[in-house]
């Protein structure tokens, strides 16, 4: 009876042996078989993006080459398209926001820039000898880009597996790859593109983080109660990026099953930037709706009397620029940007690099010119629609006082700086309308 109870016992003992075993084998084939269809997900991005700087670079330089303006037209909407994909299929590598930071804005601007002049030449006008000058700086950076770019081609080709090297040190070693080109000597140019002084970033010192230094635990702990009630439903430690700014990194894990990616500084604790692409294909909230929802969201951050200045609409995203205002003065410089999907009113983007650089206190007299000084001193073919006071970014990391004069003339929308102080007429801005949103030059 004892020998049956013990064969029992052990053909039980290898029966279960083999079930786990099953199981082990089953599930090393599903963990590899995800793996596989990660890696395939990547490696497609990467490629796409390396085929479309490819283009681009080829498009731009077709752009030099040709005196045709049906041609131009067609080049420059093939590079305002080109940038757009390049973009997103960037977005979807895992690579840390600010590794690809540069990179980004530079795709980001040169496809508005060539948007813009696409529809300056569809209504009539020439390309101007200064963007002439600037599409050939563009070209360069490209090249120089391409070529990097396809350099790391050359190293992902061989046996490279990317989700595998994704997984090394913080960033990873195929992060690193993409900061070290980056890195490189690509000289982006800077563009003025989108709403009012929404690039005014160049090589400053740091004016706008708190003195208070934050664990990569307490950034964490801060960043699930800034998202808390929203589509995150948990926050993972990615690593620390040492850079203009030290930040830490985190994966955002979302209800939809996707995966954002967020920067929290490590000095003062700021919500830097938060990236989450998807494609938005309905609009059901209106672009007042979305400005609420941004300005709500900088409230949620912590960001205090952040106002709505600007707003465009790009492929149904709706992008807000929030500048912070006090004593019913806007301050340009202090910019924060808010992508959110005009179908649900989700966030899918954060940037406030630009805040984070300038916000500080300031101490600015009442003008020393009335506002019907300021007005008089605007051409008499604009017809003036609104004043306002404003705090602009000039050349040499300059702040200016100004009167903002909303203006227009014929059918055209114009922004007109007046210096508070002196009454010099400091900048003048024109707003070009387009079926995707308004734009600044």
């Given at each position: 009876?004892?020998m049956?109870?013990?064969?029992?016992?052990?053909?039980?003992?290898?029966?279960?042996?083999?079930?786990?075993?099953?199981?082990?084998?089953?599930?090393?084939?599903?963990?590899?078989?995800?793996?596989?269809?990660?890696?395939?997900?990547?490696?497609?991005?990467?490629y796409?993006?390396?085929?479309?700087?490819?283009?681009?670079?080829?498009?731009?330089?077709?752009?030099?080459?040709?005196?045709?303006?049906?041609?131009?037209?067609?080049?420059?909407?093939?590079?305002?398209?080109?940038?757009?994909?390049?973009?997103?299929?960037?977005?979807a590598?895992?690579?840390?926001?600010?590794?690809?930071?540069?990179?980004?804005?530079?795709?980001?601007?040169l496809?508005?820039?060539?948007?813009?002049?696409?529809?300056?030449?569809?209504?009539?006008?020439?390309?101007?000898?200064?963007?002439?000058?600037?599409?050939?700086?563009?070209?360069?950076?490209?090249?120089?880009?391409?070529?990097?770019?396809?350099?790391?081609?050359?190293?992902?080709?061989?046996?490279?597996?990317?989700v595998?090297n994704?997984?090394?040190?913080?960033?990873?070693?195929?992060?690193?790859?993409?900061?070290?080109?980056?890195?490189?000597?690509?000289?982006?140019?800077?563009?003025?593109?989108?709403?009012?002084?929404?690039?005014?970033?160049?090589?400053?010192?740091?004016k706008?983080?708190?003195?208070?230094?934050?664990?990569?635990?307490?950034?964490?702990?801060?960043?699930?109660?800034?998202?808390?009630?929203?589509?995150?439903?948990?926050?993972?430690y990615?690593?620390?990026?040492?850079?203009?700014?030290?930040?830490?990194?985190?994966?955002?894990?979302?209800?939809?099953?996707?995966?954002?990616?967020?920067?929290?500084?490590?000095?003062?604790?700021?919500?830097?930037?938060?990236?989450?692409?998807?494609?938005?294909?309905?609009?059901?909230?209106?672009?007042?709706?979305?400005?609420?929802?941004?300005?709500?969201?900088?409230?949620?951050?912590?960001?205090?009397?952040?106002?709505?200045?600007?707003?465009?609409?790009?492929?149904?995203?709706?992008?807000?620029?929030?500048?912070?205002?006090?004593?019913?003065?806007?301050?340009?410089?202090?910019?924060?940007?808010?992508?959110?999907?005009?179908?649900?009113?989700?966030m899918?983007?954060?940037?406030?690099m630009?805040?984070?650089?300038?916000?500080?206190?300031?101490?600015?007299?009442?003008?020393?010119?009335?506002?019907?000084?300021?007005?008089?001193?605007?051409?008499p073919?604009?017809?003036i629609d609104?004043?306002?006071?404003?705090?602009?970014?000039?050349?040499?990391?300059?702040?200016?006082?100004?009167?903002?004069?909303?203006?227009?003339?014929?059918?055209?929308?114009?922004?007109?700086?007046?210096?508070?102080?002196?009454?010099?007429?400091?900048?003048?801005?024109?707003?070009?309308?387009?079926?995707?949103?308004?734009?600044?030059?």
């Open positions: 009876m004892k049956r109870i013990n064969r029992t016992l052990f053909l039980l003992m290898s029966l279960a042996i083999v079930v786990l075993s099953v199981i082990a084998v089953s599930n090393i084939i599903r963990r590899n078989t995800l793996a596989t269809s990660l890696e395939n997900v990547y490696e497609q991005n990467f796409d993006v390396v085929s479309n700087v490819n283009d681009l670079e080829v498009k731009l330089s077709k752009l030099t080459a040709t005196n045709s303006d049906t041609i131009k037209s067609r080049l420059l909407i093939e590079i305002w398209n080109q940038c757009n994909f390049t973009t997103n299929s960037l977005s590598l895992p690579i840390s926001h600010q590794t690809v930071a540069d990179t980004s804005a530079f795709l980001n601007k496809g508005a820039f060539a948007y813009i002049n696409a529809i300056n030449l569809s209504n009539g006008e020439d390309i101007t000898s200064e963007n002439t000058t600037q599409f050939n700086t563009l070209h360069t950076s490209c090249v120089t880009l391409q070529k990097d770019i396809n350099d790391l081609s050359e190293v992902i080709s061989g046996n490279y597996n990317i595998n994704a997984k090394k040190n913080n960033l990873g070693d195929f992060s690193s790859n993409f900061s070290s080109m980056q890195k490189n000597s690509v000289n982006y140019p800077s563009l003025i593109y989108d709403g009012p002084f929404s690039d005014s970033v160049i090589n400053k010192e740091i706008g983080l708190p003195d208070n230094i934050l664990t990569a635990e307490e950034a964490k702990s801060l960043l699930e109660e800034k998202t808390k009630d929203t589509r995150i439903t948990k926050v993972v990615n690593g620390k990026t040492e850079g203009k700014f030290t930040t830490y990194d985190f994966n955002l894990k979302l209800n939809t099953g996707h995966t954002a990616y967020a920067q929290v500084t490590e000095k003062g604790g700021l919500v830097l930037t938060i990236s989450n692409y998807r494609a938005v294909d309905t609009i059901t909230k209106t672009e007042d709706e979305c400005i609420i929802i941004a300005e709500d969201f900088a409230t949620k951050f912590g960001f205090e009397n952040m106002k709505s200045v600007w707003v465009m609409q790009n492929n149904n995203i709706a992008y807000v620029n929030l500048v912070y205002t006090e004593n019913d003065v806007i301050y340009y410089p202090d910019l924060i940007v808010v992508k959110i999907a005009m179908d649900t009113g989700e899918l983007g954060w940037e406030a630009s805040y984070a650089y300038n916000h500080t206190g300031r101490i600015y007299s009442e003008p020393e010119i009335t506002e019907l000084q300021a007005k008089s001193s605007v051409s073919l604009l017809t609104n004043v306002r006071l404003a705090v602009i970014p000039k050349e040499y990391l300059k702040e200016v006082f100004t009167y903002e004069i909303a203006c227009s003339k014929d059918g055209l929308s114009y922004f007109v700086y007046v210096n508070a102080i002196t009454g010099v007429e400091e900048e003048v801005l024109r707003v070009v309308d387009t079926n995707q949103g308004s734009l600044v030059q």
